[in-house]
């Protein structure tokens, strides 16, 4: 029997349009590719009728080493918290065994309509809990 793709990890060669002048990843493109971990990850969550959606509220990113054209960085998304309206997101990213970059995403749920801020519904809390690390 196969056994199922772990949804919290991806992998992504990096592409030129990501180098910079001096040979490096853009910081932003950190951000992308571990905002698409994410959403990797989200993708497969229970959705209900009035789901809210969600803004990232807050990110920050500590660098160990830059990565370069051609590398393969391991994408690896945990859950860190999981508040009344907001979830906390944990990106490690690795390359060849050895970390480049952790990065922390903070979402807030919101209404739609209003644009203010709503509890996350109970059972993306019970889904997300698989998550926490």
């Given at each position: 029997m196969e056994q199922a793709a772990d949804i919290t990890v991806g992998e992504v060669r990096i592409p030129f349009r990501d180098i910079d002048m001096h040979g490096h990843m853009h910081n932003a493109a950190y951000y992308a590719h571990a905002e698409a971990a994410v959403a990797g990850l989200w993708r497969h969550r229970p959705q209900g009728e009035n789901d809210p959606v969600y803004f990232v509220r807050k990110s920050g990113c500590t660098f160990h080493r830059g990565l370069r054209l051609d590398d393969v960085a391991?994408?690896?998304?945990?859950?860190?918290?999981?508040?009344?309206t907001s979830l906390t997101f944990a990106v490690a990213i690795t390359s060849?065994?050895?970390p480049v970059a952790e990065l922390e995403i903070v979402w807030v749920a919101v209404d739609p309509a209003t644009r203010q801020p709503v509890n996350v519904p109970q059972t993306v809390r019970d889904w997300l809990k698989a998550f926490l690390s």
């Amino acid at each position: 029997m196969e056994q199922a793709a772990d949804i919290t990890v991806g992998e992504v060669r990096i592409p030129f349009r990501d180098i910079d002048m001096h040979g490096h990843m853009h910081n932003a493109a950190y951000y992308a590719h571990a905002e698409a971990a994410v959403a990797g990850l989200w993708r497969h969550r229970p959705q209900g009728e009035n789901d809210p959606v969600y803004f990232v509220r807050k990110s920050g990113c500590t660098f160990h080493r830059g990565l370069r054209l051609d590398d393969v960085a391991r994408f690896k998304v945990a859950v860190t918290r999981i508040g009344a309206t907001s979830l906390t997101f944990a990106v490690a990213i690795t390359s060849e065994g050895a970390p480049v970059a952790e990065l922390e995403i903070v979402w807030v749920a919101v209404d739609p309509a209003t644009r203010q801020p709503v509890n996350v519904p109970q059972t993306v809390r019970d889904w997300l809990k698989a998550f926490l690390s």
